[in-house]
């Protein structure tokens, strides 16, 4: 059956890419389709596909405005996929994402608050410090991703209940990574194996995204032209690499963490410093 489902999103993905990118005719948008697949195979294994695929969209010069509605539009698609093969597989923690979810949606309308407010360059200062740190616990905290000693089920609702509110008052004020720390904290704090924390995270990453995604709608800042299309290739992306996740763990949510980990890094250093 997995084999038949693989086989069906690539024709329906080629398909749509191939009528799409006639419609267009533009080399930059079979480029563009290649990186928004890449990003949602990233994305679905270890959080932060918008790095790259929110700069392609600017790549091929969309207005900021359509290109963050358009990104949304084609990244909570892949969330669905991503999110559905890990509720399937039963790699969710209910109790703790449930908690997480409302946490982050509290969070994020504070952290989009606070952006119109203070100015996001004295986040990038503190992310600078931050993330190489988060680099170095990764590379050499051995266990990293291994099912530790779980707290007891009221300090793991609490937890999950802070983690939501804290991260996602970071998602809403700034953006970039925020699944890949909120696996980072359901695995090392909470004491959740690798897989679990990855499948928690996508379903606080799918409320998130399809409480965003509505603003976008309402507000018209959607070019459906090259959503759609983008959507079905950040679908299969997301579809392949949560299929992976769920299947090799640690072993490759790792060093893909760190990859994510590298271009946030890159992102803060240009956004400051060039």
């Excluded at 005719?25 to 596909?49: E, P, R």
């Excluded at 509605?69 to 399937?88: C, E, H, L, P, Y």
Aim: glycine share 12%; hydrophobic share 55%.
């Amino acid at each position: 059956m997995s084999r038949i489902i693989k086989a069906v999103l690539l024709a329906v993905g080629l398909a749509v890419c191939a009528y799409s990118g006639m419609q267009n005719g533009t080399g930059m948008i079979w480029v563009l389709y290649l990186l928004i697949f890449i990003a949602g195979f990233i994305d679905a294994i270890a959080g932060g596909g918008g790095l790259i695929s929110l700069s392609a969209y600017y790549a091929v010069g969309l207005p900021p405005h359509i290109a963050l509605g358009t990104n949304k539009f084609s990244s909570s698609m892949g969330t669905i996929v991503a999110a559905g093969r890990f509720i399937v597989s039963g790699n969710v923690q209910w109790r703790s994402a449930v908690l997480a979810i409302v946490g982050a949606m509290a969070g994020s309308a504070a952290g989009a608050r606070l952006a119109l407010m203070l100015d996001e360059k004295y986040l990038q200062y503190v992310m600078l410090v931050l993330v190489p740190a988060v680099a170095l616990f990764v590379i050499f905290k051995k266990d990293f991703g291994a099912p530790s000693k779980q707290m007891s089920p009221t300090a793991m609702q609490v937890c999950s209940l802070i983690t939501g509110l804290i991260i996602g008052c970071y998602d809403g004020f700034f953006g970039p990574g925020t699944g890949t720390f909120l696996t980072i904290v359901f695995t090392s704090v909470i004491g959740f194996d690798m897989v679990t924390a990855c499948g928690n995270t996508k379903v606080v990453n799918l409320a998130s995204n399809l409480a965003a995604l509505a603003t976008f709608v309402l507000h018209g800042n959607i070019n459906y032209q090259i959503a759609v299309p983008c959507a079905v290739c950040g679908i299969m992306g997301c579809y392949l690499g949560a299929g992976l996740a769920i299947q090799k763990g640690t072993k490759i949510v790792r060093p893909i963490m760190l990859v994510v980990v590298l271009l946030l890094l890159v992102k803060i250093g240009g956004d400051l410093f060039v």
